[in-house]
Nanobody, 124 residues
Framework: QVQLVESGGGSVQAGGSLRLSCVVS????????IAWFRQAPGKEREGVAA????????AYDDSVKGRFTISRDLAKKTVYLQMNSLKPEDTGMYYC?????????????????WGQGTQVTVSS
C-alpha cells in the first residue's frame, strides 16, 4: 500500500510563499504520476499540478501557471509544490496523490493513493 504524507501548509498573507512537501512511501508501476489537488470549502477538488515521475512532464492548472512549480527528488521520495505570489483564492486543503493519471494528469479519478492533506490559508 503506497502511503503519502503532506506537510508545509500554513497561513500566509497574499503575495507570500509556501512550499508543500509530499513524502511517498514507494514508487511503483502504478504511481507514475504524482499530483497536487486542492479543495476549497463548498467546491470540488481540482488538480493544481502534476508531474510524471521521470520529471520529463509537468502540468498546471491555468490559475497557478507562472506562480506554482512542482518538482520531485527521487532520492528523498518527495514531491514538492513551490507556491509563490499566493492569492486568497489559493486557500484550501491541498492533497498529494499518486497514480497512473489514467484520465489525465490532473483528473482525480486517475489517482489511487491519497494523503491526508495540508491546509493552506491565504489572507488578503
Amino acid at each position: 500500500q503506497v502511503q503519502l504524507v503532506e506537510s508545509g501548509g500554513g497561513s500566509v498573507q497574499a503575495g507570500g510563499s509556501l512550499r508543500l512537501s509530499c513524502v511517498v512511501s514507494e514508487f511503483t508501476a502504478t504511481t507514475i504520476y504524482i499530483a497536487w489537488f486542492r479543495q476549497a470549502p463548498g467546491k470540488e477538488r481540482e488538480g493544481v499540478a502534476a508531474i510524471y515521475i521521470s520529471g520529463t512532464f509537468t502540468a498546471y492548472d491555468d490559475s497557478v501557471k507562472g506562480r506554482f512549480t512542482i518538482s520531485r527528488d527521487l532520492a528523498k521520495k518527495t514531491v514538492y509544490l513551490q507556491m509563490n505570489s499566493l492569492k486568497p483564492e489559493d486557500t484550501g486543503m491541498y492533497y498529494c496523490a499518486a497514480g497512473r493519471g489514467s484520465y489525465g494528469p490532473r483528473v482525480a479519478a486517475g489517482y489511487a493513493y491519497w494523503g491526508q492533506g495540508t491546509q493552506v490559508t491565504v489572507s488578503s
